[in-house]
């Protein structure tokens, strides 16, 4: 069971990215679905979660209103849509399955290799 990110790159301050996250050996609408990034010099940190049971979606303040998580059980795949980047953006984005939603603590699993987002003004 994996999941693999995708979808980062370089970006200029104000632009638009969309993350990929597909999972293999699983299904993802079993799960509470979380996007975790870690920027350069920080801790590792929750950013968004979607709940399997009804949907309902968390998200830190510093992305509301710009960040939107969702998901597509027929391409067992998760997305994160992001706009109007900033440079405070820039990290090293993850996905992840998680017991509750939110909860940044805790996965099931491991984390996999993630994908970078540079945000450049």
């Known amino acids: 069971a994996q999941l693999v990110e995708s979808g980062g790159g370089l970006v200029q301050a104000g632009g638009s990215l969309r993350l990929s996250c597909a999972a293999s050996?699983?299904?993802?609408?079993?799960?509470?679905i979380a996007w975790f990034r870690q920027a350069p010099g920080k801790e590792r940190e929750g950013v968004a979660c979607?709940?399997?049971?009804?949907?309902?979606?968390t998200y830190v303040d510093a992305v509301k209103g710009r960040f939107t998580i969702s998901r597509d059980n027929a391409k067992n795949t998760m997305y994160l849509e992001m706009n109007s980047l900033k440079l405070e953006d820039t990290g090293v984005y993850y996905c992840?399955?998680?017991?509750?939603?939110?909860?940044?603590?805790?996965?099931?699993?491991?984390w996999g290799q993630g994908t970078q987002v540079t945000v450049s003004s």
């Open positions: 992840a399955r998680v017991p509750n939603c939110p909860s940044w603590r805790f996965i099931f699993g491991s």
């Open positions: 050996g699983f299904t993802l609408d079993y799960y509470h």
């Open positions: 979607l709940s399997k049971s009804d949907g309902s979606v």
